[in-house]
Nanobody
Framework: QVQLVESGGGLVQAGGSLTLSCAAS????????MGWFHQAPGKEREFVAA????????YYTDSVKGRFTISRDNAKSTVYLQMNSLKPEDTGVYYC???????????????WGQGTQVTVSS
């Protein structure tokens, strides 16, 4: 059983940056694709970015391309989401998730963190 714990959220002004971290523990991190999802207030949880175990393959939703970067350090069992040029619409809870394959559908992921709040003020 993999446990995921996100950190790094907070309040930032539009145009600012944040780096989210997601640390895995309690089970093997080996082989998992890691994803980040965003849930805005009153909306469904949506795919943001994902990275395969090797780190070679990444995928981003269109709205964050060029602004967000996903990366991972397998030695530390940690995945990161560097968020630059933040916009008010990026506000919400960010969740990391672990799954067998790089998928956009949240139902394809097996393990989830508790989320970290990001608030972008205009």
């Amino acid at each position: 059983q993999v446990q995921l714990v996100e950190s790094g959220g907070g309040l930032v002004q539009a145009g600012g940056s944040l780096t989210l971290s997601c640390a895995a523990s309690g089970g093997s991190f080996v082989g998992y694709t890691m994803g980040w999802f965003h849930q805005a207030p009153g909306k469904e949880r949506e795919f943001v970015a994902a990275i395969t175990w090797s780190g070679v393959n990444t995928y981003y939703t269109d709205s964050v391309k060029g602004r967000f970067t996903i990366s991972r350090d397998n030695a530390k069992s940690t995945v990161y989401l560097q968020m630059n040029s933040l916009k008010p619409e990026d506000t919400g809870v960010y969740y990391c998730a672990a799954g067998a394959r790089l998928r956009l559908n949240k139902d394809e992921y097996d393990y989830w963190g508790q989320g970290t709040q990001v608030t972008v003020s205009s």
